[in-house]
T-cell receptor, first 111, second 114 residues
Framework: GESVGLHLPTLSVQEGDNSIINCAYS??????FIWYKQESGKGPQFIID?????DKRQGQRVTVLLNKTVKHLSLQIAATQPGDSAVYFC??????????FGRGTSLIVHP | EAEVAQSPRYKITEKSQAVAFWCDPI?????LYWYRQILGQGPELLVQ????????DSQLPKDRFSAERLKGVDSTLKIQPAELGDSAMYLC????????????FGQGTRLTVV
């Protein structure tokens, strides 16, 4: 069936490094993608989104890249800080327009 | 800053008992979602409302779960009877529209069934 998944369950980086979190999706009808950050015991927090008519979008310290050819999405975090430590989810809305989440990647930032 | 409000934050209940969760979405948000998140996994949709109408409840275990949004604003999710496997985080989210708009999440209700 259709699914959204992440390549790496855990990513460890040093403070100040750049982080890249990857996500694969299989629903070719997906046209809107969202990255969420979830800290322990809290609800997911919106980070950045991208629509399928774009291949790159930048926010504050974050960049999302979309490669529709290989159905791949990535989140780049520049100058990663300890406060960035969390689980990151990509979500996609395909034909159902309902945000569907993958399993998540745990980002650990070492000071 | 507007946010989605959920209560209670934590709930412990015995199996076979009834439990209810409440959600107040961001003002003006017509679409409301209830998700369940098992530890270590991503949120899974239970039900989606557009105003007071259910849009999708295909993943809601209707033999024990029910959800309502009578006036199209706040919403209640109920489980009766609760089972051990229902232990999870129950998340409410809302969005302005139902098509390609970001959903904003509340802090969730952590349910433990003993």
């Amino acid at each position: 069936g259709e699914s959204v998944g992440l390549h790496l369950p855990t990513l460890s980086v040093q403070e100040g490094d750049n982080s890249i979190i990857n996500c694969a999706y299989s629903n070719s009808a997906s046209d809107y993608f969202i990255w969420y950050k979830q800290e322990s015991g809290k609800g997911p927090q919106f980070i950045i989104d991208i629509r399928s008519n774009m291949d790159k979008r930048q926010g504050q310290r974050v960049t999302v890249l979309l490669n529709k050819t290989v159905k791949h999405l990535s989140l780049q975090i520049a100058a990663t800080q300890p406060g960035d430590s969390a689980v990151y989810f990509c979500a996609e809305t395909g034909g159902s327009y309902i945000p569907t989440f993958g399993r998540g990647t745990s980002l650990i930032v070492h000071p | 800053e507007a946010e989605v409000a959920q209560s209670p934050r934590y709930k412990i209940t015995e199996k076979s008992q009834a439990v209810a969760f409440w959600c107040d979405p961001i003002s003006g948000h017509a679409t409301l979602y209830w998700y369940r998140q098992i530890l270590g996994q991503g949120p899974e949709l239970l039900v989606q409302f557009q105003d007071e109408s259910v849009v999708d409840d295909s993943q809601l275990p209707k033999d024990r779960f029910s959800a309502e949004r009578l006036k199209g604003v706040d919403s209640t999710l109920k489980i009766q009877p609760a089972e051990l496997g229902d232990s999870a985080m129950y998340l409410c989210a809302s969005s302005l529209g139902s098509v390609n708009t970001e959903a904003f999440f509340g802090q969730g209700t952590r349910l433990t069934v003993v």
